[in-house]
């Protein structure tokens, strides 16, 4: 039976130490955003984003990979005034970024695309209330990412990331010719804290 268990164990020791290489990240932050091509200007939307990651060195503590879920709340807004008329769209992702990433003391530079499913829509035109959007948005986004992590202390971590829809994420309202954006597309900056999970 002794023999039995030292053979088991000495087999899984190679998994457990592969397995050990693998770091966890609970992650928060605050949102600012925008819809390019909705006719608004401005990171006027403010939201959230939590979740958690997993990443790994590929190369001994120089270059790994991550991959996250998170929930990221969105959109677009605007206040009424003399020239413009009152807008908010709220839009409600669950989100599985993949990004690599490269360090450089207490620097990670970051980059790479996250997969996007809009669980929740709604939209503001008039002031009135919040409502199905017309027209919808589509279901699924993809984004490009690129972040920059800062080492705080210990296993905290301060963060900024760029996120861009490299597809749209819904047509425009109506035909805009020689709009150099085709489509609406999702536009946000994201501020954060991570904690990292030995």
């Known amino acids: 039976m002794m023999r039995k268990l030292l053979v088991l164990l000495i087999a899984a020791a190679p998994f457990y130490a592969w397995t050990q290489e693998f770091g966890g990240s609970i992650d928060a932050g605050f949102v600012v955003s925008q819809l390019d091509g909705d006719r608004r200007s401005g990171y006027k939307k403010a939201g959230f984003a ?93 984004s490009a990412i690129a972040k920059l992590r800062y080492n705080l202390l210990g296993s905290l971590w301060a963060n900024a990331s760029l996120n861009y829809s490299i597809l749209a994420v819904r047509k425009h309202h109506t035909a805009q010719d020689g709009h150099i954006v085709s489509g609406q597309h999702n536009n946000l900056i994201i501020i954060g804290l991570n904690y990292d999970l030995k």
Request: without cysteine.
């Open 50 to 142: 939590l979740g958690g990651s997993v990443s790994r060195f590929l190369v001994k503590d120089f270059v790994g990979a991550r991959l996250g879920l998170r929930y990221v709340r969105k959109g677009s807004h605007e206040e009424e005034s003399e020239h413009t008329r009152f807008y908010k769209a709220e839009l409600h992702y669950a989100e599985l970024p993949l990004t690599a990433f490269y360090r450089w003391n207490k620097l990670d530079f970051e980059a790479g695309i996250s997969t996007g499913y809009l669980i929740k829509a709604k939209e503001d035109t008039d002031g009135y209330g919040l409502r199905e959007p017309n027209p919808d948005f589509r279901r699924f986004d993809v």
